[in-house]
Structure formats: structure tokens, C-alpha cells
């Protein structure tokens, strides 16, 4: 750095200072806005499922299924066929075996570049949600839509919606993660939009094949970003402890 002009140095130095004040500041900010998100959308999950208890959101949701299928054959969703095969090849991006495909190719990436405790940490925060999801199906246990033909085989309950919940822990973990390793802005609004438009795509996805009720999905979002939000405020405050690796600060690992 000596031997650059004295200008260009001090530049560098003052963006260097401020990219250094920015981290400090998110790092204090981050984690009032996970709690806040935690809390927020918990509360929209179980004002939502109390909703579905007393049965106030069965006719809107009655009425979203049927807006999505030919009226002369509720068999027959709306649109062309390749727009019904679409929906079944984005719903499985919510599938079990497609979150654990994926959770596996970035734990294995994170463990080859050295990054051992946060790819141990990525398995408990989407195995952990997996688990909460299969507990709240079993204490909800709301049957699935009869009102019209399922576009796919259906094995469990319906509320909340397991796939819009698992892709919302699965994706925007992931997305979040690889925002903070990488430093480019740009980067990091690409691979943020990614993991929200793929958590949207599949709840959408579940709602058109008519295997789940709007709510089910809406509760399975609220839910799922939740717990995402939760375990992004538990990694700030293992990063802090240093009991997971920091975020990458330089071009290097």
C-alpha cells in the first residue's frame, strides 16, 4: 500500500473505515431485528391458527381454491397444462428430499472450506424446523381440502403447510448465510431475492394443486420465517461468542 499515491490510500482507508462502521452497526442492529421478526411473525402464526379454530378464514379459503379451478371441472386447474406441471415441478423444491439435497451440498461445502460449526449449525437449525413442523401437523391435525381433486399424492395433515414452512427455514437460512459470507451488495439482494421467491413460489404452488388451504400456507410462511428469523439471531450470538466461524472479510476464506 506504500507505494500507492497518498490519495488513493487515504480513500481506501476511509472506505475501509466505513465498511468497518457498517458491520459494527448491523451487527448490533441484526439482532433486535431477528427477535422482532420472531415475535412478529409468531404471532401472526398463532392468531392465524386460533382464526382457523373457530373456522373464520374457511370461506375465504373455500373461495381462493375454487378461483383457481375451471368451474365446469374442479378437476381441471386454471390455465394450461404446462402451467399445471410447473406447479408440480416447484412444489417439489419443497419436497423433503429436495431440502435435504440441498442442506446437504451447502454442509458439505461449508465443512470443505473449513467452516465446520456453521455447517453444523445449518443441520440443526433445518433439522430442528423439520421437527417442529411434524409437531405442530400433529397437534393441529387439520384434515386436507376435500373441495377439490389434489393435483398430487397427499401423506400428512395440512396445517401448517410443511412445504411452505420447510422452504422458508431452508431457503432463506441459506440465503441469509451466503449474504453474510459474501461482501457484495449485489450478491446479497441476488441470493436473498432467490430464497424468498422460492419459499413464495412453492406456498403458491401448494395452494394451485389444492392440497393446501391459503391459510395452511400463510401459517406455514409465518411459521417457518420465524424459526429462520430465530436461528439467525442464535448464529449473531455464536458468531459474537466466537462458537462459529465470523463471516468471510476478504476476498479469501
Not at 499515491?5 to 472506505?15: D, V
Not at 378437476?75 to 439435497?101: A, K, N
Not at 451447502?106 to 455447517?119: E, G
Amino acid at each position: 500500500m506504500k507505494s500507492l499515491p497518498a490519495s488513493y490510500r487515504n480513500n481506501l482507508l476511509i472506505t475501509r473505515a466505513n465498511d468497518l462502521r457498517l458491520r459494527l452497526r448491523l451487527n448490533e442492529v441484526g439482532p433486535v431485528i431477528a427477535l422482532l421478526a420472531v415475535s412478529l411473525l409468531g404471532y401472526g402464526f398463532f392468531a392465524l391458527a386460533d382464526e382457523v379454530g373457530e373456522g373464520s378464514t374457511a370461506a375465504l379459503d373455500r373461495k381462493i381454491l375454487l378461483s383457481l379451478r375451471n368451474p365446469a371441472d374442479l378437476s381441471d386447474p386454471i390455465g394450461p397444462r404446462w402451467l399445471e406441471e410447473t406447479m408440480r415441478d416447484i412444489t417439489g423444491l419443497g419436497s423433503i428430499f429436495t431440502i435435504v439435497f440441498v442442506t446437504g451440498v451447502v454442509v458439505a461445502y461449508l465443512a470443505m472450506t473449513r467452516r465446520r460449526r456453521i455447517a453444523a449449525f445449518v443441520v440443526a437449525a433445518i433439522g430442528g424446523g423439520e421437527i417442529v413442523s411434524t409437531i405442530l401437523k400433529l397437534f393441529y391435525h387439520r384434515p386436507r381440502p376435500d373441495l377439490v381433486p389434489h393435483g398430487m399424492e397427499v401423506f400428512t395433515a395440512s396445517f401448517p403447510s410443511g412445504h411452505a414452512m420447510m422452504s422458508a427455514i431452508a431457503y432463506l437460512t441459506l440465503a441469509a448465510l451466503v449474504a453474510r459470507v459474501d461482501r457484495q451488495r449485489g450478491v446479497k439482494i441476488l441470493v436473498m431475492l432467490v430464497g424468498v421467491s422460492m419459499t413464495l413460489l412453492v406456498g403458491i404452488s401448494r395452494i394451485y394443486l389444492g392440497v393446501h388451504w391459503p391459510s395452511d400456507v400463510l401459517a406455514g410462511w409465518c411459521v417457518g420465517a420465524a424459526w429462520a428469523a430465530l436461528c439467525w439471531f442464535v448464529a449473531l450470538q455464536l458468531q459474537r461468542r466466537g462458537e462459529v466461524e465470523a463471516p468471510q472479510t476478504s476476498g479469501g476464506s
